[in-house]
């Protein structure tokens, strides 16, 4: 697959994994879409990616709102006329025990998570399915396997997960690639606005990001396994171990897990 002077559009571009697949895409000569909640950073977003000379243009969209994931796709019309390749990465996390989670938390993790992949992939797909193009799913470990204090987060992604699995075989013989590419732990700001229980930003991360893949490494990644059209992309030793292990030993892998996240700076488990 050639990108040169493609459409790509990429959800939740303002900063992290979306930030940097809009910059590595478009130094392929792609020309880029990008969304975000917020105009500043939308606006400061698109100036980096003008510096690097790509060609660019975003629109304020959020990823939970049908109507916003219509008029995105539209845009990106009116923009360059074509759309060859969506990049579903606009997502926020959680961290909270279950019995302590606002319910209010949850709808909105999977409005944004889960929602927001089916609504943009449904309005981009007559586009994707006309060029032969191809759907991404940035998903997560948590995709295939669950962790305690993040039931909404991993409620999402297993759907997404689910979705892209079932939209994969539908199209596959139309000439659609999908990929679902499940970044391990990733140096970036989701973990610092995770919601906690009562919807409130969690504020600085409980994790060392020092030994973290960066945003860029998973871009690029992402970027060659779209190139080479792969089905699933699973990143780090760390998701490819716990892959496996949920596979084959599940019951070990939950005294793993739970032991993980006892350890952690302010554990939910007393």
């Not at 006309?130 to 991993?154: E, Q």
């Amino acid at each position: 697959m050639n990108l040169k002077d493609k459409v790509v559009i990429v959800t939740g571009a303002t900063s992290g994994i979306g930030e940097a697949c809009a910059k590595v895409f478009g130094l392929e000569g792609a020309k880029v879409i990008i969304t975000g909640r917020n105009q500043v950073k939308l606006d400061n977003t698109l100036i980096k990616l003008q510096n690097f000379g790509i060609d660019c243009a975003g629109i304020l969209a959020d990823a939970g709102n049908e109507e916003d994931n219509r008029k995105m796709a539209e845009f990106a019309m009116e923009q360059y006329g074509r759309i060859d390749v969506l990049i579903n990465n606009a997502g926020i996390s959680m961290r909270a025990l279950f019995e302590d989670l606002d319910l209010d938390v949850f709808r909105k993790v999977m409005d944004t998570n889960f929602w927001g992949t089916v609504y943009a992939t449904k309005f981009c797909l007559p586009e994707i399915l006309k060029n032969k193009g191809s759907i991404i799913g940035v998903s997560s470990v948590n995709g295939f396997r669950g962790t305690p204090a993040r039931t909404a987060y991993t409620a999402s992604k297993f759907a997404m997960n689910g979705f892209f699995e079932s939209l994969r075989t539908e199209v596959m013989k139309r000439g659609v690639h999908v990929l679902v590419a499940c970044p391990g732990f990733t140096a970036s700001n989701i973990r610092n606005n995770a919601l906690t229980a009562d919807g409130s930003a969690q504020g600085e991360s409980p994790r060392d990001e020092d030994d973290m893949m960066t945003a860029t490494e998973v871009a690029t990644e992402m970027l060659n396994a779209t190139l080479k059209r792969k089905r699933d992309l699973i990143l780090t030793r760390q998701g490819k171990l716990a892959s496996f292990l949920n596979k084959w030993m599940p019951g070990m892998m939950d005294k793993i897990v739970y032991n993980h996240m006892a350890k952690e700076k302010d554990s939910p488990f007393k």
